[in-house]
């Protein structure tokens, strides 16, 4: 397996543009993470699917961001409008989560993407 | 005023030596814990995990550590390499309908050679 896929890899954009990160996660996995990672606050998650599924988007900065997953092999993360105050690496991991009474026996690792890093000027 | 960026603690080791990297984690109902190491320009990497239900796991080079009690951590990197010269993160999973995987802040290891 080619392992979670990203892109772009690197996106330079201009304020109040909008931008879309893509991700491509591991065939088989059912939880999708968007991760944030910058110096100032480390990595943070964004919101997690399960079986396509938002789960927890709590960690969504504000409105301008929105994610969406229409299917178990590709995800989406917007900004819009972009700001500069957005500038970071993004990453998207994937893992295999249990279910039912399995759910916290069978959680496995997530693996993440090589990341996009983000520069809004 | 001017933001100050956040200094990740550094860990200096020889090559050679024994490295240990503790993490302390906030959520004592948490159920599996993982290690990663992220070098520079890569997404973070699983090293190794344990279950709440064990208080070691050893694989080859490290070992994990868990003690429930304190709600601690640690990573053991024998004869550390100055390819193990990274920025480490210990993740802990909440149980329940809506587990999630959290992270550390990390740590960085440097190794001199």
Redesign the interface.
């Given at each position: 397996d080619a392992g979670?896929i990203q892109s772009p890899r690197h996106e330079v954009t201009e304020m109040g543009q909008e931008v879309t990160l893509r991700c491509k996660p591991i065939s088989g996995h059912n939880s999708l993470?968007w991760?944030r990672q910058?110096?100032?606050?480390?990595?943070e998650?964004l919101i997690?699917f399960n079986n396509n599924v938002p789960?927890?988007d709590s960690g969504m900065p504000e409105d301008r961001f929105s994610a969406k997953m229409p299917n178990a092999s590709f995800s989406t993360l917007k900004i819009q409008p972009s700001e500069p105050r957005d500038s970071a690496v993004y990453?998207c991991?994937s893992?295999l989560?249990g279910t039912g009474a399995a759910?916290?026996?069978l959680?496995t690792?997530?693996?993440?993407?090589?990341?996009t890093r983000l520069t809004v000027v | 005023g001017e933001?100050v960026?956040?200094h990740l603690p550094t860990l200096s080791v020889q090559e050679g030596d024994n490295s240990i990297i503790n993490c302390a984690y906030s959520n004592s109902a948490s159920?599996?814990f993982?290690w990663?190491k992220q070098e520079s320009g890569?997404?973070?990497?699983?090293i190794i995990?344990i279950?709440s239900n064990m208080d070691k796991r050893q694989g080859q080079r490290v070992t994990v550590l868990l003690n429930k009690t304190v709600k601690h951590l640690s990573l053991q990197i024998a004869a550390t390499q100055p390819g193990d010269s990274a920025v480490y993160?210990c993740?802990e999973?909440s149980?329940g309908a809506?587990?999630?995987?959290?992270?550390?802040?990390?740590i960085t290891l440097s190794v001199r050679p």
């Open positions: 979670v993470f991760y910058t110096m100032m606050r480390g990595l998650l997690y789960i927890d990453f991991a893992s989560a759910k916290s026996k959680n690792e997530a693996f993440f993407g090589q990341g | 933001s960026g956040l159920d599996y993982i990663y890569k997404g973070p990497q699983f995990d279950r993160f993740a999973n149980p809506n587990s999630k995987l959290t992270f550390g802040k990390g």
